[in-house]
């Protein structure tokens, strides 16, 4: 098996690496390290927490050894769906150049713009950015591309579900032909491999496992009543053996600022939001509370869906169901990182059925269906390998009563809710319409038109 010793890399970096806590390259990084120190461009694809992070920045931190920066002329650019991950990328590379004279800038929104510029007039080797924020610094001209030697895109899926793809394309226009370009992803859709077609040169596919969740993650469904969700949360979290951090993934802001103090007063424990609408210092805050252990329970919008890398988080909640595939594999893979085992369990009202039963089909494989033993659902029975069903009450159409005979008729439904007696058609009178010829209303003189008597 490789070691890190075995690769053409620098003394400093080795050190860096020693002290990150890195024993072996993990697999994605055994296929992308060595040619990416060759110069070739990169497509990776390998599922979310299997080290993709440090396959591109190992190699670029190295290569970028031998020269130099200028003020405004960065010579890396990692471009991040999120602020979130922007900024954990960037510290991974602080922490892999601590023993060299790299300098990482990380440039996103909600924050001032100012401390980036200083950043860029000091000169920065590495830039990670999300796109909108460096379009923003791009515009006023002092920043400039086209002494970049890397190009990353991380998260490439991300960026496509999130309407990037413009924003890609313009700042690809910015950057010079000859460079090396790297493109990682956890999924690989057809429109994104378009992209990579574009933009790579003679690129090297560096594929670890297929599309699925994790082997490391036990995955549970959980049929239940859309009003009972929360009570049937409850129930499962105070029963669950090994619980330590929880990862709760609601669909809309107000769902996580609703759910948070509910779970946190069941369970007995400190309970935070994560979404778009908090101020970007309060979601970095939340991220290290959590992150360190301090904070255990974690209820989030899709904002932290993707690249967090969380050490020793044992639970995932999808408490609503994921619209996509994608999304669900990268919820999922925050719990059972590198080897490490997770829980993932995931709610599903009625309404969410075909959802669950989709992503099942596109895993290719089936996702076992649990019922809580002692809780009251109010629910019909169901067969363990068909997801519950709503209950649904029996409504007896009335029979339409004739006023004048008093006589019962059978009642015509429409829709199920309406109800109305016609009486036969010869019976109806027919209203006499007033057919006027289109010569004659053609030829019709209008009151000015008409010659006056006399």
């Known amino acids: 098996m490789l070691n890190f010793q075995d690769l053409p890399i620098s003394p400093k970096v080795l050190d860096a690496i020693e002290v990150v806590g890195y024993e072996k390259p993990l697999p994605i990084q055994e296929l992308a390290i060595p040619p990416t120190l060759e110069g070739r461009d990169i497509v990776g694809c390998a599922q979310t927490g299997t080290g993709k992070t440090a396959a591109f920045l190992i190699p670029i931190i190295d290569g970028l050894l031998a020269g130099k920066s200028r003020r405004y002329r960065p010579r890396a650019l990692v471009l991040a769906p999120t602020r979130e991950l922007a900024q954990q990328v960037a510290d991974h590379a602080h922490e892999l150049a601590q023993f060299t004279n790299i300098k990482t800038v990380c440039v996103y929104g909600g924050v001032d713009p100012g401390e980036q510029e200083v950043g860029f007039q000091q000169g920065c080797d590495i830039i990670v950015a999300t796109p909108g924020r460096l379009l923003d610094h791009l515009s006023k001209g002092g920043l400039r591309l086209n002494e970049v030697e890397y190009f990353v895109i991380d998260e490439a899926d991300r960026m496509l579900d999130a309407g990037f793809l413009p924003d890609v394309r313009r700042i690809v226009d910015e950057l010079p032909a000859r460079r090396q370009t790297l493109l990682f992803s956890a999924t690989m859709p057809q429109e994104m491999a378009k992209l990579a077609h574009s933009i790579l040169s003679d690129p090297i596919r560096c594929q670890v496992g297929e599309v699925s969740s994790r082997d490391t993650v036990d995955e549970r469904f959980y049929p239940v009543p859309e009003h009972q969700k929360t009570e049937l949360l409850a129930w499962v979290l105070k029963e669950e053996p090994g619980l ?5 993934f609601v669909r809309t802001r107000a769902k996580a600022r609703e759910l948070a103090p509910v779970l946190a007063q069941a369970l ?87 959802l669950a039963t989709a992503i099942e089909a596109e895993m290719r494989h089936t996702v076992p269906t649990k019922r809580v033993a002692g809780f009251n659902y109010e629910m019909d029975e169901y067969d363990g390998s068909v997801l519950l069903r709503p209950q649904r009450r029996k409504q007896t159409a009335q029979p339409f009563v004739d006023r004048k005979t008093g006589k019962k008729e059978k009642p015509f439904t429409s829709s199920g809710h309406l109800r109305r007696k016609f009486r036969p058609e010869e019976e109806v009178e027919k209203p006499k319409s007033k057919k006027r010829s289109l010569k004659k209303l053609l030829n019709k003189k209008l009151p000015h038109q008409r010659k006056r008597k006399g």
Do not use: C, W
């Not at 330590?244 to 709760?248: N, P, S, W």
């Not at 290290?288 to 969380?310: M, Y």
């Open 244 to 248: 330590d951090r929880v990862l709760a």
């Open 268 to 354: 007995h424990m400190e309970a935070g939001q994560l979404h778009a609408e908090m101020p970007q210092e309060e979601r970095n805050e939340t991220i290290a509370a959590f992150r360190d252990g301090s904070l255990k329970l974690l209820v989030a919008t899709d904002v932290a869906s993707r690249g967090l890398d969380i050490t020793g988080l044992s639970h995932v909640i999808n408490y609503d169901v994921p619209n996509t595939t994608d999304d669900y594999i990268h919820r999922t893979g925050r719990t059972g990182r590198v080897d490490r085992s997770g829980v993932a369990i995931t709610l599903i009202a009625p309404r969410e059925l075909n």
